[in-house]
């Protein structure tokens, strides 16, 4: 069975750094594209980036270059989604999602969710 | 960037009804790579429709998806109980500019 189980929920300060984790089980990790989804509070879905954790080739979402750093260590089937320096606005709902067939493909399974806070 | 509108805001629909869900892009969407997501509260998104017309893996025939260029509809043929979410549409052609529509919400009348 495919998982993606992602890292507990996280309250944080501005200035702060975070990274957050999603582990991927009962596929070939390093196979299939990982992206990043954020969903602020009551709001729709926004596409941050992709990886590929094969040979870590990442593309990120125009909106997001240079806000965030998406990574991962195949050694353990985890990828990852880094702040170094948090905002209030950064406060959202973060999934980690698996591509079906490659970097231009639908979202098949979901992970369950991190919810960052951040406030002073 | 490809901007998706999704039409309508919400639909109050009663079960057994019919919903047509509208989503209309910018600009073409390269080879029909527009999904179909539905969200409840408190969950991830689900994938419902891939490839515009492909119904994802469990999902019940009742949902349907086609369009084509800029138009895109989803379709519940009848609504069931747990039908009631809202539904987002995507388009993943253009990656990493990929973007989703601010979804419909599909209510209880």
């Known amino acids: 069975e495919v998982q993606l189980v992602q890292s507990g929920a996280e309250v944080k300060k501005p200035g702060e750094s975070l990274k957050i984790s999603c582990k991927g089980s009962?596929?070939?990790?390093?196979?299939?594209?990982i992206g990043w989804v954020r969903q602020m509070p009551g709001k729709g879905l926004e596409w941050m980036g992709i990886?590929?954790?094969?040979?870590?080739?990442?593309r990120y979402s125009p909106s997001f270059q240079g806000q965030v750093t998406i990574s991962a260590d195949k050694s353990i089937s985890t990828a990852y989604l880094q702040w170094s320096s948090l905002k209030a606005s950064d406060t959202a709902m973060y999934y980690c999602?698996?591509?079906?067939?490659?970097?231009?493909?639908?979202?098949?399974?979901w992970g369950q969710g991190t919810l960052v806070t951040v406030s002073s | 960037e490809i901007v998706l509108t999704q039409s309508p805001g919400t639909l109050s629909l009663s079960p057994g009804e019919r919903a047509t869900l509208s989503c209309r892009a910018s600009q073409s969407v390269s080879s029909s790579y527009l999904a179909w997501y539905q969200q409840k509260p408190g969950q991830a998104p689900r994938l419902l429709i891939y490839g515009a017309s492909s119904r994802a893996t469990g999902i019940p025939d009742r949902f349907s998806g086609s369009g084509s260029g800029t138009d895109f509809t989803l379709t519940i043929s009848r609504l069931e109980p747990e039908d009631f979410a809202v539904y987002y549409c995507?388009?993943?052609?253009?990656?990493?500019?990929?973007?989703f529509g601010p979804g419909t919400k599909v209510d209880i009348k």
């Open positions: 995507q388009q993943y052609g253009s990656s990493p500019g990929v973007t």
């Open positions: 009962g596929y070939s990790f390093t196979s299939y594209w």
């Open positions: 999602a698996r591509l079906q067939y490659s970097s231009s493909s639908a979202v098949d399974y």
């Open positions: 990886i590929y954790p094969g040979d870590s080739d990442t």
